[in-house]
């Protein structure tokens, strides 16, 4: 078959990955390219290389192992969550049956060979940030950054009952934040952003986040981590998603203009999410 594979961004023939008792294999048709995808190729992860990148494929299921077939099928349709074979013996896993805490378990296109499309790391991702904020749902949100993740977290914010504000310097960006039915109700140009109350950090920039001291301990911010989202939350998403009309803007490139992927992906005026149609 054929992959993008790292280092560089190179289209290569590789084996079909065998399909274990408890696997499916997903013919992908779309994958998202994530800022984590920008890490992975920029060294910053520590990657097995070579690698099949991408965290975020949408597909058709192909094969099914057997301890799989109770609950799936040759054809669905399926997206595909970052987290995969649990060890189901961890400390983590005894003690959360949540796949994210796992010790032993792979990262697609992280720490073994991935391919995913925006709702299964940028909406699922939000998603669960919004959960870990508890804040109730009168309560306002401003959302930083109005980029593939921000302009879903804007609608799903919405979805909910939150008052949004949305917050970018770009103004293509800005023009997300008011690009579908669920509008941001007030939409701020800003490169000086502050929390009035809890943060949610979700990107991981490689040299770390800095906060100013003063402000966490006499505003009594709190700052909470989120870490993608599980199986049972990117399931609530995705039926959210159905229920509001929530879309992503998105610019999909063709198999052939993978290795340029990088660079359109720097493009400071890129709006939306870009997606890699691994079908075409
Ligand atoms: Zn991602
Ligand atoms: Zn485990």
């Known amino acids: 078959m054929k992959a993008a594979q790292f280092a560089g961004y190179e289209i290569r023939e590789v084996s079909v990955p065998q399909t ?16 984590t995808d920008y890490q992975v190729w920029k060294g910053g992860n520590g990657s097995p290389y070579p690698i099949v990148p991408s965290h975020e494929p949408v597909g058709t299921v192909v094969a099914v192992g057997p301890a ?24 983590g896993c005894e003690t959360t049956e949540d796949i994210r805490y796992c010790a032993n378990r792979d990262m697609a296109g992280l720490t073994a060979d991935g391919a995913r499309s925006p709702l299964m790391c940028a909406g699922a991702t939000v998603w669960a940030g919004l959960h870990e904020a508890k804040v109730e749902p009168s309560q306002p949100i401003g959302v930083i950054g109005i980029g593939g993740l921000g302009s879903l ?19 293509e960006r800005r023009e997300l934040g008011t690009e579908f039915p669920l509008k941001a109700d007030l939409v701020v140009d800003s490169q000086d952003s502050e929390a009035i109350a809890k943060c949610v950090p979700l990107g991981v920039p ?47 490139i063709p198999l052939g203009k993978v290795p340029d992927v990088t660079d359109l992906y720097m493009d400071p005026h890129l709006k939306g999410r870009l997606v890699m149609n691994i079908e075409s």
């Not at 274990?20 to 800022?35: E, I, P, R, T």
């Not at 669905?76 to 969550?81: A, D, F, H, K, W």
């Not at 977290?153 to 917050?167: E, F, S, T, Y």
Request: proline letters at 2%; aromatic letters at 8%; hydrophobic letters at 40%.
């Open 206 to 252: 490689t040299r770390g986040c800095q906060f100013n001291s003063f402000d966490l301990i006499f505003k009594t911010l709190t700052i909470k981590g989120s870490l993608a989202a599980n199986r049972i939350q990117t399931e609530e998403m995705s039926k959210t998603v159905a229920k509001f009309n929530i879309r992503s803007h998105v610019t999909t």
């Open 68 to 91: 799989a077939q109770a609950k799936w099928k040759v054809d669905y349709r399926v997206g595909v969550i970052l987290f995969r074979h649990a060890c189901k013996t961890c400390i």
């Open 20 to 35: 274990g008792d408890n696997d499916v294999l997903v013919k992908v048709g779309n994958a998202g390219f994530c800022h």
């Open 153 to 171: 977290a804007v609608q799903l914010a919405k979805a909910v009952g939150h008052p949004v504000v949305a917050i970018d310097n770009r103004p």
